[in-house]
């Protein structure tokens, strides 16, 4: 095969960044927008050795799992990989994505999974489910303010001022600032350049208080007609926070660390269950409130507590999975790297009157050994001991000081919460090399319409 070659594949398999996998002759081909099922037209882009890449031309008889989707720049958004497929066949790739690393990077047997795996827990309702949204702003093809999100492994805005995942006052917001900015000649930021005032739009929406955050990402530290944008936003039923970001680094980061706020609160709050959370811009708070709290719940239940045991959870951002253990169990230690965080999660803390927790600041790779170090010290002949230890870690996973720690400290049991199941099923080899073995697993799928799935595992130790 070679490249600009047109080719016809029938899609047998789907890849992990959802593109449909089809062979012609043996040579295997990775087609964005295709799906399992599909018999489509395709040309060849990129042509390595043994696999290339091919561009979907047309679909020359669609597969009985194709769906029409909602969104009419589906295709061209990077956010949306899989929205053109049903949704009980997305839930169907998501546990077979998942379950596929366990056994192929963590070495667990199929058989095992077999017993031990739930079904995957899919939404009633898998549209309008996101309670963030980060817009870059950019021009259209008419020069005027525009925001969207970037095409797929490009930095190209696709103007789309209402997404069918997220809140539908969100397009109204949008306008309103756009407005604004064309009104009063105020630049949007420009990536090469480095000039320009506004670069992103970050917009969360509380689902069990209809409270509503505007943060503008400002590549400077003041914005021209501040009052009159306040005005306009601040009487949108629910606004409770207008704020500025300042982020003025040559930078693909979104956010910078400092807030001032404009109008109302630097904040606005939300529940999951019974428990209330204070949310700033830079917090991290799970985007879909429906799956999330399904998902506490499980790790709640795989956590198996009963008032009196002492628990570390490790990568506790504002304290959200923290204040939920609390509930049952004896004694929790959170621990986050990002200091505004810790702070949220004291202060989330207080106003649910929860006084069985206690927050660290700093590496989990740092505080988890100094703590288990220093508790040596300061107890002769006793070392640190959790009966549970909850982990929610980054895309990368667990970092392996961390879990050479966990191990020390002797868990009975350990639930592990990933958004990667990838580093999840790295991280369980090593744990299953040191007297621990997975009892309950379970995908949730926060991301309807994306390759993105969490999972959560209950791990217990061995009885040697």
């Known amino acids: 095969m070679q490249k600009n070659d047109v080719v016809t594949v029938e899609i047998e398999d789907m890849g992990i960044g959802g593109e449909g996998i089809g062979k012609v002759d043996g040579y295997t ?100 489910y996101r309670n963030k949204a980060q817009y870059p702003v950019g021009r259209d093809k008419n020069g005027r303010p525009t925001a969207g999100f970037y095409a797929g492994r490009t930095h190209q805005i ?9 809140v539908e006052i969100n397009g109204d917001i949008l306008r309103i600032i756009l407005d604004y900015m064309e009104q009063y000649g105020i630049e949007p930021y420009d990536e090469e350049q480095h000039r320009g005032l ?12 209809d409270e509503i955050m505007v943060c503008l990402v400002l590549n400077g530290r003041q914005l021209p007609h501040t009052e009159e944008l306040a005005d306009r936003l601040s009487r949108i039923q629910g ?61 709640l239940e795989y956590a198996g507590l009963h008032g009196v045991e ?14 939920f253990l609390a509930q049952k169990a004896g004694k929790v230690y959170g621990v986050e790297i990002v200091p505004q965080a810790v702070a949220d999660a004291k202060m989330n803390a207080r106003i649910n009157e929860i006084g069985n927790v206690e927050f660290y600041a700093g590496k989990a ?72 073995e997975v009892v309950r697993g379970r995908a949730v799928d926060m991301f309807p319409h994306t390759c993105h799935t969490e999972c959560v595992l209950g791990i217990q130790r061995k009885h040697m």
């Open 239 to 299: 606004m409770a926070s207008i704020t500025v970001c300042v982020n003025t680094d040559k930078t693909n980061v979104i956010m910078g660390t400092e807030i001032i706020t404009l109008w109302g609160q630097s904040y606005i709050t939300d529940y999951i269950g019974d428990v209330k959370y204070r949310i700033s811009p830079l917090s991290f708070y799970q985007v879909n409130p429906v799956q999330t709290r399904k998902l506490y719940e499980t790790a």
């Open 29 to 128: 081909l990775f087609i964005k927008d295709a799906i399992i099922g599909d018999v489509v037209e395709a040309k060849i882009m990129k042509a390595k050795k043994n696999y290339g890449y091919a561009r979907l031309m047309n679909i020359i008889l669609p597969s009985e799992y194709r769906a029409e989707p909602k969104c009419p720049v589906a295709r061209q958004c990077g956010g949306c990989q899989i929205q053109a497929m049903s949704y009980e066949k997305q839930l169907e790739f998501k546990e077979k994505k998942v379950r596929n690393n366990l056994m192929r990077i963590g070495g667990i047997p199929g058989e095992v999974l077999d017993a031990v795996f739930e079904p995957v827990c899919g939404m009633d309702m898998p549209y309008r």
């Open 158 to 166: 696709i103007p789309c001022l209402d997404c069918s995942l997220g």
């Open 198 to 209: 506004v670069r992103h739009i970050l917009l969360r929406y509380g689902f069990a208080t």
């Open 310 to 323: 002492t628990v570390w959870d490790v990568y506790c951002g504002i304290g959200t999975i923290s204040l």
């Open 365 to 436: 790779e740092e505080v988890l050994p100094e703590f288990y170090a220093n508790y040596a010290i300061e107890h002769p002949g006793k070392q640190a001991r959790a009966d549970v230890i909850v982990v929610d870690p980054p895309r990368k996973g667990c970092e392996e000081s961390v879990l050479e720690t966990m191990v020390q400290m002797q868990p009975q049991r350990i639930v592990y919460v990933s958004c990667d199941s990838a580093t999840l099923a790295r991280d369980v080899k090593y744990l299953g090399e040191r007297g621990y």
